[in-house]
């Protein structure tokens, strides 16, 4: 989660069992839009409004890299607006990132380069994510449509969009399950699962009561669960087959994205609020 205190915004790592702060990050700039763990769970990767995505060391809080800021004749240029999303890939490899800027961008995890840009949306890319074996993307946008990109080296539509869902509204997140076989989409009040193959709309997902808006969505490792954060300050964890809320929190201002470490036993979500608190 992200606070202020006279100015200056933090990162936060909590206990998911007690919900016990464990660790701030210092020196984070503006808003942190988007939070995520590496597989190993030593780093976090963070995108902000300042159009830069930043590489954390996740047991002491300090900066290791700085993407898309320029500063030398060594430095990158990145996204030309916020980035509203960043995701690792499984072999801890790639990063990707959503930008307002309608882009989007591809980085060495362990260099900071840039290695490619992909274009096909129209509106914001809310947000981004990788399948299992990182062989796929799939980014949803503010133009209405999820899209699926071709990540495989040896294949001949590589980098490119091979199919797009049309989801009438806004789409706030997107996330493939452990399998690949499934992605979740949110918009407005609903989580969708889709088939990740063919783009048949598999699962609507209504909870019991109102969450005033799904602005993130993670699975659970066994994808019996989704982990859920909301425009209106709620994180809640529901079961996929019948939408029941099975755990509920709040915040003082909405969750802006969640991620859940790789051993279950931590998650970690990015918000808007001034004075962030756990309960």
Request: with cysteine; charged share 20%; glycine share 6%.
């Amino acid at each position: 989660s992200t606070k202020k205190k006279n100015g200056q915004e933090s990162i936060h790592i909590w206990d998911v069992d007690t919900g016990i702060c464990l660790l701030e990050f210092k020196d984070t700039p503006n808003t942190t839009l988007s939070v995520t763990f590496s597989n190993d769970d030593n780093k976090v990767v963070s995108a902000s409004s300042d159009g830069t995505v930043r590489i954390w060391n996740s047991n002491n809080g300090t900066i290791i890299l700085i993407l898309g800021q320029v500063k030398n004749l060594d430095s990158l240029i990145g996204h030309t607006s916020s980035v509203l999303s960043v995701k690792i890939s499984n072999d801890d490899k790639k990063i990707i990132s959503g930008s307002r800027d309608k882009t989007i961008r591809v980085w060495d995890f362990n260099n900071g380069n840039l290695l490619h840009t992909l274009k096909d949306h129209i509106d914001s890319v809310l947000s981004v994510g990788f399948n299992q074996n990182c062989t796929k993307i799939v980014s949803g946008s503010e133009d209405k449509t999820i899209k699926i990109w071709d990540f495989n080296e040896d294949s001949e539509n590589y980098t490119k969009c091979i199919l797009t869902l049309d989801n009438k509204n806004s789409v706030y997140s997107v996330e493939f399950n452990h399998d690949s076989a499934k992605i979740a989409s949110t918009s407005a009040d609903n989580i969708f699962i889709w088939n990740s193959e063919t783009g048949d709309l598999l699962k609507k997902i209504e909870p019991s009561y109102s969450y005033g808006g799904f602005s993130c969505v993670k699975f659970n490792n066994n994808s019996t669960l989704i982990f859920a954060g909301s425009y209106s300050n709620k994180i809640g964890i529901l079961k996929i087959e019948t939408g029941e809320t099975i755990f509920s929190s709040s915040r003082e201002e909405q969750i802006t994205s969640i991620d859940i470490s790789n051993d279950n036993t931590h998650f970690i979500c990015g918000t808007g609020d001034p004075y962030s608190k756990f309960s």
